[in-house]
């Protein structure tokens, strides 16, 4: 593993959740050139 | 004609690049990463250094920058761009240039004088030097080490846009990749650094025939 990030996200639910830490993935936390993301929801 | 140099906090090299412009017989101003315009320039280098500090990923913050909406469409508008070391982290983190710099082979920091040949004369940085032509250029990264999907590296090959390659491999990159071109070949971005090689006192001035070629196409924008 690369880097664990860990932080709050303020959402209706957590499918909504997920969906935008998805998001921000694949936009801005990792390249998916070089890198995968594993989401954990706690 | 004139070079705007954009500056991102933790940008180091920009000063180096407005000498090397200079040496190069052209004009360089600083442009601030906060500003939304790229004012009057008819090229635009993004120089090496920690643009935001590499704390996520080399490039990925200043890709945000409100400068770089203006960058991308300058770009797209056919408007030259280069992007030196970090420079070239940053047009990938963009999308401007395909690709991404990873970590070096051996996670070694490098800084030193390589070879680099001249392997496509159809960007903006190369045209006016010779295909085979050997540079010696500096490096000086962690994350050098280009690296891309088999399609991107097809497309890459077959469209003539890997511009310059490692004679000997520094860093673990694919296909010796040390620079490469957009389509249109006015996008361009490399690891080493040629404006620290554009006066005699540095060592060597095999970089200037990239600047002047930048300049020459800048010139005819």
Not at chain 2, 58 to 85: D, H, K, N, Q
Not at chain 2, 155 to 176: C, H, K, S, W
Request: aromatic share 6%; proline share 5%; with cysteine.
């Amino acid at each position: 593993m690369g880097k664990a990030i860990r932080f709050t996200v303020e959402a209706p639910d957590a499918e909504t959740a997920r969906s935008r830490v998805d998001d921000l993935c694949q936009k801005f936390l990792t390249n998916p050139v070089i890198e995968d993301a594993k989401v954990t929801i706690e | 004609m004139k070079v705007g140099v954009v500056v991102f906090p933790g940008s180091n090299c920009e000063f180096d690049v407005v000498e090397g412009v200079g040496n190069a017989g052209g004009d360089a101003e600083l442009l601030w990463h906060g500003d939304s315009s790229l004012g009057d320039v008819d090229a635009v280098v993004l120089p090496g250094g920690f643009a935001h500090g590499d704390y996520l990923r080399p490039g990925a913050i200043a890709r945000f920058s409100p400068i770089m909406g203006a960058v991308s469409e300058f770009a797209r508008g056919g408007g030259p761009v280069l992007g030196i070391c970090n420079g070239f982290q940053v047009l990938t983190e963009a999308g401007l240039l395909p690709g991404a710099l990873q970590k070096n082979a051996g996670l070694k920091f490098l800084c030193r004088s390589v070879d680099v040949r001249v392997d496509s004369t159809r960007s903006g940085l190369t045209s006016g030097a010779s295909a085979g032509q050997v540079l010696r250029l500096p490096i000086n990264h962690f994350e050098g080490n280009y690296t891309c999907d088999q399609h991107t590296l097809d497309a890459l090959q077959a469209e003539d846009r890997i511009v310059l390659r490692y004679v000997d491999n520094p860093n673990g990159a694919t296909d010796n990749i040390a620079g490469i071109c957009s389509p249109e070949g006015n996008v361009v971005g490399l690891m080493p650094h040629p404006e620290r090689a554009s006066d005699e006192l540095l060592g060597s001035t095999d970089g200037l025939v990239l600047l002047r070629s930048f300049l020459a196409v800048a010139d005819r924008v």
